[in-house]
């Protein structure tokens, strides 16, 4: 069965410092893998995603997400945080192939950003 | 393109009544459409599937019966939170994906229900 693991329930950084947000997934194959951010209150935001091709992957806002399969992760990253990216932050699994794509979702890490 | 809506956005009802939410894909025809459940600080917890025409999919553990859904046409799912009562109080938020098997979900803004 496919799983998300978000290590990391809450991480603190500095503004202006760089940051990386661990996720790993459990699945037989190459998953389709989605990194969102949430506001307190508010629905989910696609920061970026990954089908095939291409590991390293560009998203909005300044954030980056490199897929290793032999690792299975698919690690967020931005060089420098702003205060307005403190949220919380989702790492998603989809399954390839199915007629239905289900989502399965990590715990989410909840971002605090340091003045 | 690919906004996805819902309504209302907050509700406050009683214990005992019924509520509707429903979730629009407004710019496109969503095949399948899925119904999340977050409690406060915990992730998302998929609910069930649901395609056009067809009865939806529920995830071990639903109450089919106390969570009505409906996806009567390729823009528009409901989810019926029947005979609502304190425990059912979370923040709901609806997806729609593009096609059979569409790889990528358009999440909507969430509705936040609170059962008194």
């Known amino acids: 069965a496919q799983s998300v693991t978000q290590p990391d329930i809450h991480i603190t950084v500095s503004e202006g410092a760089s940051l990386e947000l661990r996720c790993n997934y459990s699945y037989g194959a190459t998953p389709y893998l989605f990194w969102y951010v949430q506001s307190p209150g508010q629905g989910l935001q696609l920061l970026l995603k990954?089908?095939?091709?291409?590991?390293l992957v560009q998203g909005i806002k300044g954030f980056e997400a490199e897929f290793k399969r032999s690792q299975s992760s698919f690690n967020l990253r931005k060089p420098s945080v702003h205060w307005s990216d403190a949220a919380e932050y989702f790492c998603?699994?989809?399954?390839?192939?199915?007629?239905?794509?289900?989502?399965?979702f990590g715990t989410g890490t909840l971002l605090a950003v340091q003045p | 393109g690919a906004v996805v809506s819902q309504h209302p956005s907050r509700v406050i009802c009683k214990s005992g009544t019924s509520v509707k939410i429903e979730c629009r894909s407004l710019?496109?025809?969503?095949?399948?459409m899925f119904w999340y459940r977050q409690f406060p600080k915990k992730s998302l917890m998929l609910m069930a599937t649901?395609?056009?025409?067809?009865?939806?999919?529920?995830e071990q553990g639903v109450e089919k019966d106390k969570f009505l859904i409906n996806h009567a046409s390729l823009t528009l799912s409901t989810l019926t939170v029947t005979s609502a009562h304190p425990e059912d109080s979370s923040f709901y938020i609806c997806?729609?994906?593009?096609?059979?098997?569409?790889?990528?979900?358009?999440f909507g803004p969430g509705t936040r229900l609170t059962v008194l």
């Open positions: 710019d496109f025809q969503a095949t399948t």
């Open positions: 998603a699994v989809g399954a390839p192939g199915g007629a239905t794509n289900k989502l399965i």
């Open positions: 997806s729609a994906a593009m096609g059979p098997g569409g790889r990528e979900q358009f």
């Open positions: 990954y089908f095939s091709g291409d590991t």
């Open positions: 649901s395609n056009e025409g067809s009865k939806a999919t529920y």
